[in-house]
């Protein structure tokens, strides 16, 4: 965890924060019992403290006390049960019986307003993140090379975004971080840019000819309700196009604290969103920790079915 401004990681009080970096600096030592010890002593303070009871769960789990790990970071949620720190993930990690479906709204959104300003660095020169590209040139194997309107889902800073334009009339963008939003603004590139958590998306009225969803889906877990929304958001002859790390489980929470997802569990959800043509394309997208990460480039046509557009906009009849 590291030092961040904002109520979330400072204790609101001047000697507890004080205990507090004497504690980082044991740690820096060697020394976890020791910091554990302080640390503790100081959350008897300021028993509400989310940050405190995070960093806690983190050296008591590098000591090897799960349990204890556990607990501390339940504290951290009922705290903040919007668990912008993403304490449930490092708990259920811990546990190795995961239970959260998605990540956090609170914490993704946390996540990459801080990290927006040098996003791209890090992604493409650092780790060699090639999803648009790969993503863009799989769907243009497909024949389509012009699509009138374009949802980029977790659009980011617009790297999707830049690689599909020469290709789109309208292009439209969805993200959570309102500092990845103001990023993807800079660029001039979009139509339409909304902050929207894509794990509570509505069907509406609007239809796309395109919807991506580059390195996305990594931060839901759980599929199931974003392949039926891009189902029914799509016009006719519509694609779906995204990317996934590729795992052996149906939904894999890492200890990246990143969902992968196995290529049967991807083809079960597609299927039953009505697609009938799902191509797969094996690549890496990026390298994390020196090891290249498995992926698949998904894009999914022929949609079967007919929307109820008398209903309420959310019923998908199939043929």
């Given at each position: 965890?590291?030092?961040?401004?904002?109520?979330?990681?400072?204790?609101?009080?001047?000697?507890?924060?004080?205990?507090?970096?004497?504690?980082e600096t044991l740690a820096h030592l060697g020394d976890?019992?020791?910091?554990?010890?302080?640390?503790?002593?100081?959350?008897?303070?300021?028993?509400?403290?989310?940050?405190?009871?995070?960093?806690?769960?983190?050296?008591?789990?590098?000591?090897?006390?799960?349990?204890?790990?556990?607990?501390?970071?339940?504290?951290?949620?009922?705290?903040?049960?919007?668990?912008?720190?993403?304490?449930?993930?490092?708990?259920?990690?811990?546990?190795?019986?995961?239970?959260?479906?998605?990540?956090?709204?609170?914490?993704?959104?946390?996540?990459?307003?801080?990290?927006?300003?040098?996003?791209?660095?890090?992604?493409?020169?650092?780790?060699?993140?090639?999803?648009?590209?790969?993503?863009?040139?799989?769907?243009?194997?497909?024949?389509?090379?012009?699509?009138?309107?374009?949802?980029?889902?977790?659009?980011?800073?617009?790297?999707?975004?830049?690689?599909?334009?020469?290709?789109?009339?309208?292009?439209?963008?969805?993200?959570?971080?309102?500092?990845?939003?103001?990023?993807?603004?800079?660029?001039?590139?979009?139509?339409?840019?909304?902050?929207?958590?894509?794990?509570?998306?509505?069907?509406?009225?609007?239809?796309?000819?395109?919807?991506?969803?580059?390195?996305?889906?990594?931060?839901?877990?759980?599929?199931?309700?974003?392949?039926?929304w891009c189902a029914g958001s799509l016009a006719d002859?519509?694609?779906?196009?995204?990317?996934?790390?590729?795992?052996?489980?149906?939904?894999?929470?890492?200890?990246?604290?990143?969902?992968?997802?196995?290529?049967?569990?991807?083809?079960?959800?597609?299927?039953?969103?009505?697609?009938?043509?799902?191509?797969?394309?094996?690549?890496?997208?990026?390298?994390?920790?020196?090891?290249?990460?498995?992926?698949?480039?998904?894009?999914?046509?022929?949609?079967?079915?007919?929307?109820?557009?008398?209903?309420?906009?959310?019923?998908?009849?199939?043929?």
């Amino acid at each position: 965890m590291k030092k961040m401004a904002g109520s979330l990681f400072s204790s609101g009080d001047l000697t507890v924060d004080r205990r507090a970096s004497f504690a980082e600096t044991l740690a820096h030592l060697g020394d976890l019992a020791g910091a554990v010890e302080t640390l503790a002593g100081a959350l008897d303070l300021v028993p509400g403290w989310v940050a405190g009871w995070f960093r806690l769960g983190e050296w008591l789990e590098a000591l090897g006390e799960t349990d204890a790990a556990c607990a501390a970071w339940e504290r951290a949620i009922l705290a903040d049960p919007c668990d912008a720190l993403g304490a449930g993930l490092k708990r259920d990690l811990a546990r190795k019986v995961p239970m959260a479906e998605a990540m956090p709204a609170a914490f993704v959104e946390l996540l990459f307003d801080q990290y927006a300003p040098r996003f791209e660095r890090s992604l493409v020169e650092k780790l060699g993140y090639r999803g648009p590209e790969i993503l863009r040139d799989s769907l243009l194997l497909t024949g389509r090379t012009r699509f009138e309107h374009v949802l980029d889902l977790g659009c980011g800073t617009g790297l999707m975004g830049g690689a599909i334009r020469p290709f789109c009339d309208q292009l439209s963008g969805y993200d959570i971080s309102e500092g990845m939003l103001v990023e993807a603004d800079r660029k001039g590139i979009y139509d339409l840019l909304e902050k929207q958590d894509i794990a509570r998306l509505e069907l509406g009225a609007e239809r796309y000819d395109l919807i991506l969803a580059a390195d996305v889906f990594i931060y839901l877990g759980a599929l199931e309700r974003i392949m039926s929304w891009c189902a029914g958001s799509l016009a006719d002859h519509g694609v779906l196009a995204f990317t996934v790390e590729l795992g052996a489980a149906p939904v894999e929470l890492r200890d990246t604290r990143r969902f992968a997802h196995s290529q049967a569990y991807v083809e079960a959800l597609l299927a039953e969103a009505g697609f009938g043509r799902v191509t797969m394309t094996p690549c890496t997208l990026r390298e994390d920790r020196g090891e290249a990460i498995a992926a698949l480039a998904v894009v999914a046509t022929d949609l079967v079915g007919v929307r109820d557009r008398e209903g309420d906009g959310e019923t998908l009849i199939r043929a």
